[in-house]
């Protein structure tokens, strides 16, 4: 049996910062997982490193599932997206493990393809609406069959989701917290506008999707929800935050757009209610946050019994090894709604060669045994980590709002 012989993360931060696992075993296999947590990379490195890596040496590396309920359960203090992400970690290394030595893609163990490819959106986004309709064309001139948009709010600098550049957006733009201004009512005036603007222009064969980022209200998000229908956007994401998981009674009174809700969420009790209720459409969760593809598979086969769909998160700050994790994940889950694709830089690429390729809309993880990613150790290292965090957002009056 492969044992575990040595683990260890390698931070690098080539634009962005990830954090890699590396699992080497006695057949001389390796595997890699993702365990980088926007902002609190080093809080999970430490974890890693300080109190699960110990526990590792010496076991079954074809044992996923006892490994998983042992870091899990042996944790005493459960859930968390600090040790969730380690756990994820953990998890796509092994799984990548069992892979390469069955030869074969971790799809073909997860139960084979149920798809021929996996639907993706990009970024569509934009100071005004001209210009991110104008970026949306772009995407729909590429293939997507899905985009995001999201747009500046008139008099404020920094809307979420708004990047400098144009095809790549890193929110974690700075050593300490940036502080940004935020108002929802001229941004619940100008999403209706942008949605209308980008129908008219792109037509009705494209999925079109907003993330709301946490920011409204209950009630204002029920009004959004309703602004939008005419448009029929693909879903609404993150409309309140979903601490409170009733809130989400409230806007479903209110509106039948389709909502998102999840790439916060680290365990299947984040997700329980929502599911049960069928208060949410799609479930964001993803193999780097929540307890990685072992844990996906069973907040996915909840959700399959209430008829909600995945639809993974996949942001910049998730790694290619997490893309990869994500693209045999989305390959063979019956219930797959769509995965999110921020392109990742060049340079990032460089740092972690993968299988998986871009055609007609659909991404696929290729067919390279284990999950087809790996990190270069070499070209990380050119990349020291640079601390950086997320923004906050206050209201204009300097009230702490939700970023
Ligand atoms: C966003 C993310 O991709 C999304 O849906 O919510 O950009 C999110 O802001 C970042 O992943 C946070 O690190
Ligand atoms: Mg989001």
Request: proline share 6%; net charge negative.
């Amino acid at each position: 049996m492969p044992k575990i012989t040595a683990a260890r993360t390698i931070v690098t931060c080539p634009g962005r910062n990830f954090v890699t696992l590396k699992i080497e075993t006695s057949d001389g296999v390796h595997g890699v997982g993702d365990a980088t947590l926007n902002g609190r990379e080093l809080s999970v490195k430490s974890y890693l490193d300080d109190h699960v890596i110990p526990c590792l040496i010496g076991r079954d590396a074809h044992q996923v599932e006892d490994i998983w309920q042992y870091l899990y359960k042996g944790a005493y203090w459960r859930r968390g997206p600090v040790t969730m992400s380690a756990i994820a970690a953990v998890d796509m290394a092994l799984w990548d493990i069992k892979g390469k030595i069955a030869g074969l893609p971790v799809y073909q163990l997860l139960g084979g393809a149920s798809r021929a490819g996996v639907m993706v959106y990009g970024h569509a986004n934009g100071e005004t609406i001209e210009d991110t309709v104008a970026a949306a064309r772009d995407y729909q001139a590429a293939g997507y069959k899905a985009v995001r948009l999201q747009t500046g709010v008139p008099g404020f600098k920094g809307t979420y989701g708004v990047s400098k550049d144009k095809l790549f957006y890193e929110p974690a733009d700075a050593d300490l917290p940036t502080e940004t201004t935020w108002a929802s009512e001229p941004y619940m005036r100008v999403v209706p506008e942008l949605f209308a603007g980008a129908r008219e222009a792109l037509g009705w064969e494209i999925h079109l999707l907003h993330d709301v980022h946490h920011r409204l209200k209950p009630i204002e998000a029920g009004r959004l929800g309703k602004d939008l229908e005419p448009y029929r956007p693909f879903w609404m994401e993150d409309p309140t935050p979903a601490e409170n998981q009733d809130a989400f009674r409230l806007i479903r009174q209110h509106t039948t757009t389709p909502l998102a809700v999840g790439e916060i969420f680290n365990s299947i009790w984040d997700c329980k209610g929502l599911i049960e209720n069928q208060l949410v459409d799609y479930i964001r969760a993803t193999v780097t946050h929540a307890g990685g593809i072992t844990h996906l598979r069973r907040i996915a086969g909840l959700a399959d019994l209430y008829g909600v769909r995945t639809g993974c998160h996949g942001a910049t700050d998730l790694s290619p090894v997490s893309m990869a994790a994500a693209l045999h994940f989305d390959l063979s889950v019956p219930n797959f709604g769509v995965q999110e694709y921020m392109r990742h830089t060049a340079e990032t690429d460089a740092v972690f060669p993968h299988a998986y390729s871009f055609e007609g809309g659909l991404l696929h993880p290729g067919e390279a045994p284990g999950l087809g990613v790996d990190i270069d150790e070499a070209a990380a290292a050119e990349f020291p980590y640079r601390r950086a965090y997320l923004p906050v957002a206050r209201l204009q009056d300097g009230t702490m709002h939700d970023w």
